[in-house]
């Protein structure tokens, strides 16, 4: 009687399209419909980024997504409201396959935000992971392939984070540097000038930096001529409309013929 052969070693298909010099494409989810979350899930989508910062969205309602998307084409990352460790190690254990750390300004809190999504002796991640693992694909260690597969996210979007972005990117564990250019531009003075040209050379002084150090970078982007733009450009994760934008331009589009549309178009950046 021979021993069964072990599973392959998952690979988050987000990490692996990056690592191949890809971009990705997340939708941002801020509505608390879990069909809405599932149709975005299988619609092209690369990732869903589950938007616990700026949305009503609580740690049940993140858990709910996961079991609903489990197995679809877009896998599920958060946003958490801060950088807080115990906020990182919550959605973990929910099975997401990444978080996105916001206002990662110092070197510092990039080295709490990677080793709070890794176990020790990498990082100071608890091991409470039953739920995570029920979701999570079949592995030989859920704790390796997490530690390995998890993506991690440091959000540049103050004027010191841009001016340590070279220490940010140098810290092991980070993955991505992304650059979240409307609260930039308030930290700049700009309040939500996203193109000005100031804040177009901030994003790609954190891009050269990623890059020196074998990281990704990545941004928002509000049309599919903006994600060609900015891959052009070197950028390779993209967080793209909101879940209620696409449905609002969607409405938008369908009423347009018969002049019954309102609202204002969306923003060109």
Same mark, same amino acid.
């Given at each position: 009687?021979?021993?069964?052969?072990?599973?392959? $070693?998952?690979?988050n298909?987000?990490? =692996?399209r990056?690592?191949?010099g890809?971009? /990705?494409? !997340?939708?941002p989810v801020t509505? #608390?419909?879990?069909d809405?979350?599932?149709?975005?899930?299988?619609?092209?989508?690369?990732?869903?980024?589950?938007e616990?910062?700026?949305?009503?969205?609580?740690l049940?309602t993140?858990r709910?997504?996961?079991?609903?998307?489990?197995?679809?084409?877009?896998v599920?990352?958060?946003?958490? $409201?801060g950088?807080?460790?115990w906020? =990182?190690?919550?959605?973990?254990?929910?099975? /997401?396959? !990444?978080?996105?750390?916001p206002? #990662?300004?110092t070197?510092?809190?990039a080295?709490?935000?990677a080793?709070a999504?890794?176990?020790p002796p990498?990082?100071?991640?608890g091991?409470?992971?039953?739920?995570?693992?029920?979701?999570w694909?079949t592995?030989p260690?859920?704790?390796?392939?997490?530690?390995d597969?998890?993506l991690v996210?440091?959000?540049?979007?103050?004027?010191?984070?841009?001016?340590?972005?070279e220490?940010i990117?140098?810290?092991?564990?980070i993955?991505?540097?992304?650059v979240?250019t409307s609260d930039l531009?308030f930290?700049?003075?700009?309040?939500?000038?996203?193109?000005?040209p100031d804040v177009?050379?901030?994003a790609?002084r954190?891009?050269?930096?990623?890059?020196?150090?074998?990281?990704?970078?990545g941004?928002?982007?509000a049309?599919?001529?903006?994600?060609?733009?900015?891959?052009?450009d070197?950028f390779q994760l993209?967080?793209?409309?909101?879940?209620?934008t696409l449905?609002?331009?969607?409405?938008?589009a369908?009423?347009d013929?018969?002049?019954?549309?309102t609202?204002?178009?969306?923003?060109a950046?």
């Amino acid at each position: 009687m021979t021993d069964a052969p072990l599973p392959a $070693p998952w690979v988050n298909p987000v990490k =692996a399209r990056l690592a191949r010099g890809e971009y /990705v494409v !997340g939708m941002p989810v801020t509505a #608390t419909s879990l069909d809405l979350a599932l149709v975005a899930a299988k619609s092209g989508f690369d990732f869903l980024w589950v938007e616990m910062e700026h949305s009503p969205i609580t740690l049940e309602t993140l858990r709910h997504i996961v079991l609903a998307t489990r197995g679809l084409p877009a896998v599920p990352i958060a946003r958490v $409201p801060g950088g807080e460790t115990w906020m =990182a190690k919550r959605v973990l254990d929910q099975g /997401v396959h !990444g978080v996105v750390f916001p206002f #990662t300004s110092t070197p510092a809190l990039a080295e709490q935000a990677a080793r709070a999504c890794r176990y020790p002796p990498r990082g100071r991640r608890g091991s409470g992971s039953g739920l995570a693992e029920g979701t999570w694909a079949t592995v030989p260690s859920y704790f390796d392939s997490a530690d390995d597969q998890v993506l991690v996210v440091a959000v540049i979007e103050e004027v010191e984070g841009v001016e340590r972005c070279e220490e940010i990117a140098a810290v092991e564990g980070i993955d991505v540097l992304f650059v979240g250019t409307s609260d930039l531009s308030f930290s700049m003075g700009l309040r939500g000038n996203l193109m000005h040209p100031d804040v177009l050379r901030a994003a790609e002084r954190v891009r050269d930096a990623a890059h020196r150090h074998g990281k990704h970078c990545g941004r928002p982007v509000a049309s599919p001529e903006s994600v060609q733009r900015f891959a052009a450009d070197g950028f390779q994760l993209f967080h793209a409309a909101s879940d209620l934008t696409l449905f609002a331009e969607g409405a938008r589009a369908w009423l347009d013929p018969l002049g019954r549309a309102t609202g204002a178009p969306r923003a060109a950046y």
